[in-house]
């Protein structure tokens, strides 16, 4: 316990802060307030959500960032755990089908939970046996859902020992994590169409196909077995009804009220300083924000933001593979018969969009993008007979350094405002002439009543997102598990962390099983039990059908398997032997900048 507490008469609350309510803030506060801490949440913008937040315009409703619900029993498991269920505080809504995907050649791909009709549907270009490759597909993705639901999303990796555990060494073979996703989907399919039309998911980690681990096909399980799902009245009801459940156990929410530090002695917190001088006193504080952003200026004044010996940020320059967005928010004057719910348009260079955003971080010569019309399924996003329409223009974030705009916005693009308004009028206008085009429609400009834009300088001023990345550090083997930061500050006892940027990862259902993660930690520090509605953690649950049947494999497809596996593992080995030899490295935050030394050598990481 901190000086606060040693005050407090015998049974009195503990106090928790949590700076920020995005998703993983207002799900820990009510995990907290649930559990029995007096808690006080802190938001510098005057709304809740974060980037799960609404944007309003004369009956017009746009989520501004996450507008579909994955991995359903993540969501069903967290209010189980506060003592009620999902179905009492938000009506979730099945899309059908899942996505509809439009090819540069006209052809379209209709992806759904209708497992039959999904069958038929990789048949029409996989031929007879596209069924059967599917199945194989979705039999691995299986595997790797369930795996990382009892191994990574429901476990801390506080010490590189933990990769020691028996169930993660027995497993790790089967994670896939040593291959992409693109190899796992070449593996089954034999189309560069179906290949695609399964792995253009991993934007929802804000990584390319080709670099993110095999195992996050978890994702195509969860949409083609159980579905994809909106919550009626836009996916802020979410966190609306996490905070509404907070406040019922007695917390406070305080908007427009921005932190400016975390306050300390000794190595251990004791609250939070506002930005208008105010010092607030708390046991416990749980940071929900940007992680280089709250190192850089929350713990500013803390020496060591060494996490595990691994520097927590690798934006060396800028250059780390993460993304941000162009999003457009479009008022329409009448409805848009041709678009679904879930849209994605696919660029011809499917490889080569993905290269520029996350290796030149730039505007995508030829953009994939993604359509939202929350209309389409809520009648409620929209007037009657007119359509709300959410682009979304996946690009690279921010560099620092760079001044100037290079010819098709190539090698990173800085903060200046002029320079990105051309980037945005290029993007809409690519955007309008891909849908007019594929969708077979015209006057799709004149039918824009009203426009909002998201580009990533209002990601980063907005939500405080270092580069304007919307989905937090990348997911590569060097940023998940260990390598990633955990809940609990590693140097200050009491500061904890929630979201996208901390382990397990990004993604609202994610950042859900983080903050149980949180909750675990805060409560195992201070001996406090959980609570009895806590249960084991079993919610991941595959069903019974033919994925479930033992294939045999083949001789080719074990030795891809394993043989590159077993070599990397052996690598690991050996870099993690020389770096317990040679001492693992200390950095310290100063003036936006990472400084680590190794022996004689001293290295600065611009942030």
């Given at each position: 316990m901190n000086a606060n507490s040693d005050n407090r008469s015998e049974g009195a609350k503990l106090k928790a802060i949590v700076v920020g309510a995005g998703v993983g803030g207002c799900a820990v506060a009510a995990r907290l307030a649930h559990a029995g801490f007096e808690v006080e949440v802190y938001e510098k913008n005057e709304f809740s959500?974060?980037?799960?937040?609404?944007?309003?315009?004369?009956?017009?409703?746009?989520?501004?960032?996450?507008?579909?619900?994955?991995?359903?029993?993540?969501?069903?498991?967290?209010?189980?755990?506060?003592?009620?269920?999902?179905?009492?505080?938000?009506?979730?809504?099945?899309?059908?089908?899942?996505?509809?995907?439009?090819?540069?050649?006209?052809?379209?791909?209709?992806?759904?939970?209708?497992?039959?009709?999904?069958?038929?549907?990789?048949?029409?270009?996989?031929?007879?046996?596209?069924?059967?490759?599917?199945e194989g597909f979705l039999r691995e993705a299986a595997v790797h859902g369930k795996l990382s639901y009892d191994l990574v999303l429901s476990q801390t990796f506080n010490s590189i020992f933990a990769y020691l555990r028996p169930s993660v060494v027995i497993n790790v073979l089967r994670f896939h994590i040593f291959t992409s996703m693109w190899n796992r989907c070449e593996k089954y399919f034999q189309t560069d169409r179906m290949r695609r039309a399964f792995s253009f998911g991993s934007m929802y980690l804000g990584s390319s196909p080709f670099d993110s681990p095999g195992a996050y096909t978890l994702l195509q399980w969860s949409e083609t077995c159980e579905g994809i799902w909106y919550p009626k009245g836009g996916f802020h009801r979410i966190p609306a009804s996490l905070l509404s459940i907070a406040e019922s156990h007695g917390a406070k929410i305080l908007y427009s009220t921005p932190v400016d530090s975390v306050t300390y002695t000794d190595g251990r917190v004791t609250g939070v300083q506002l930005v208008s001088g105010e010092v607030k006193e708390a046991d416990v504080v749980v940071v929900n924000a940007d992680l280089v952003w709250a190192y850089n200026n929350l713990f500013k004044e803390?020496?060591?933001?060494?996490?595990?010996?691994?520097?927590?940020?690798?934006?060396r320059n800028g250059t780390d593979g993460r993304c941000s967005s162009v999003s457009f928010y479009w008022a329409m004057d009448s409805v848009i018969e041709t678009l679904g719910t879930h849209n994605i348009f696919l660029a011809e260079d499917y490889k080569g969009s993905f290269d520029d955003i996350f290796k030149r971080q730039s505007m995508p010569r030829e953009p994939s993008f993604y359509v939202n019309v929350p209309s389409r399924i809520d009648p409620s996003a929209a007037p009657p007979g007119k359509d709300t329409l959410v682009v979304l223009v996946p690009v690279g974030h921010l560099m620092p350094h760079?001044?100037?705009?290079?010819?098709?916005?190539?090698?990173?693009?800085?903060?200046?405002?002029?320079?990105w308004s051309i980037l945005v009028e290029r993007a809409k206008?690519?955007?309008?002439?891909?849908?007019?085009?594929?969708?077979?429609?015209?006057?799709?400009?004149?039918?824009?009543?009203?426009?909002?834009?998201?580009?990533?300088?209002t990601w980063k001023d907005k939500f405080n997102l270092t580069h304007g990345s919307i989905l937090g550090i990348t997911h590569d083997f060097w940023n998940v598990l260990w390598f990633r930061?955990?809940?609990?500050?590693?140097?200050?006892?009491?500061?904890?962390?929630?979201?996208?940027?901390?382990?397990?990862?990004?993604?609202?259902?994610?950042?859900?099983?983080?903050?149980?993660?949180?909750?675990?930690?805060?409560?195992?520090?201070?001996?406090?039990?959980?609570?009895?509605?806590?249960?084991?953690?079993?919610?991941?649950?595959?069903?019974?059908?033919?994925?479930?049947i033992h294939q045999p494999?083949?001789?080719?497809?074990?030795?891809?398997?394993?043989?590159?596996?077993?070599?990397?593992?052996l690598l690991v080995f050996l870099l993690t032997t020389l770096a317990l030899k040679v001492g693992f490295p200390s950095f310290e935050g100063l003036d936006g900048k990472l400084v680590g030394s190794i022996g004689n050598h001293t290295h600065k990481i611009d942030l």
């Amino acid at each position: 316990m901190n000086a606060n507490s040693d005050n407090r008469s015998e049974g009195a609350k503990l106090k928790a802060i949590v700076v920020g309510a995005g998703v993983g803030g207002c799900a820990v506060a009510a995990r907290l307030a649930h559990a029995g801490f007096e808690v006080e949440v802190y938001e510098k913008n005057e709304f809740s959500g974060g980037r799960c937040s609404l944007i309003h315009h004369e009956g017009y409703r746009f989520d501004q960032g996450p507008s579909l619900v994955l991995l359903p029993p993540i969501f069903r498991q967290l209010y189980s755990d506060l003592g009620t269920s999902i179905e009492k505080h938000v009506e979730l809504v099945q899309c059908k089908p899942n996505y509809t995907l439009h090819f540069h050649d006209g052809e379209k791909v209709v992806l759904s939970s209708d497992r039959a009709a999904m069958a038929l549907e990789v048949e029409r270009f996989e031929g007879p046996e596209g069924s059967e490759r599917l199945e194989g597909f979705l039999r691995e993705a299986a595997v790797h859902g369930k795996l990382s639901y009892d191994l990574v999303l429901s476990q801390t990796f506080n010490s590189i020992f933990a990769y020691l555990r028996p169930s993660v060494v027995i497993n790790v073979l089967r994670f896939h994590i040593f291959t992409s996703m693109w190899n796992r989907c070449e593996k089954y399919f034999q189309t560069d169409r179906m290949r695609r039309a399964f792995s253009f998911g991993s934007m929802y980690l804000g990584s390319s196909p080709f670099d993110s681990p095999g195992a996050y096909t978890l994702l195509q399980w969860s949409e083609t077995c159980e579905g994809i799902w909106y919550p009626k009245g836009g996916f802020h009801r979410i966190p609306a009804s996490l905070l509404s459940i907070a406040e019922s156990h007695g917390a406070k929410i305080l908007y427009s009220t921005p932190v400016d530090s975390v306050t300390y002695t000794d190595g251990r917190v004791t609250g939070v300083q506002l930005v208008s001088g105010e010092v607030k006193e708390a046991d416990v504080v749980v940071v929900n924000a940007d992680l280089v952003w709250a190192y850089n200026n929350l713990f500013k004044e803390i020496p060591s933001i060494s996490e595990n010996g691994i520097v927590i940020v690798t934006f060396r320059n800028g250059t780390d593979g993460r993304c941000s967005s162009v999003s457009f928010y479009w008022a329409m004057d009448s409805v848009i018969e041709t678009l679904g719910t879930h849209n994605i348009f696919l660029a011809e260079d499917y490889k080569g969009s993905f290269d520029d955003i996350f290796k030149r971080q730039s505007m995508p010569r030829e953009p994939s993008f993604y359509v939202n019309v929350p209309s389409r399924i809520d009648p409620s996003a929209a007037p009657p007979g007119k359509d709300t329409l959410v682009v979304l223009v996946p690009v690279g974030h921010l560099m620092p350094h760079s001044s100037h705009v290079r010819e098709n916005g190539q090698d990173g693009v800085g903060e200046n405002t002029q320079e990105w308004s051309i980037l945005v009028e290029r993007a809409k206008t690519q955007v309008i002439d891909v849908m007019e085009s594929r969708l077979g429609i015209s006057g799709l400009r004149e039918k824009i009543i009203w426009e909002e834009v998201n580009t990533p300088l209002t990601w980063k001023d907005k939500f405080n997102l270092t580069h304007g990345s919307i989905l937090g550090i990348t997911h590569d083997f060097w940023n998940v598990l260990w390598f990633r930061h955990q809940a609990r500050h590693s140097k200050l006892k009491g500061a904890y962390f929630v979201g996208a940027s901390a382990h397990p990862g990004t993604g609202v259902p994610i950042s859900i099983a983080g903050s149980r993660l949180c909750l675990q930690t805060i409560l195992s520090d201070h001996s406090i039990p959980l609570p009895k509605t806590y249960h084991p953690n079993s919610s991941f649950t595959t069903t019974t059908s033919a994925l479930d049947i033992h294939q045999p494999k083949r001789l080719f497809h074990i030795l891809e398997d394993y043989f590159p596996t077993i070599l990397l593992c052996l690598l690991v080995f050996l870099l993690t032997t020389l770096a317990l030899k040679v001492g693992f490295p200390s950095f310290e935050g100063l003036d936006g900048k990472l400084v680590g030394s190794i022996g004689n050598h001293t290295h600065k990481i611009d942030l």
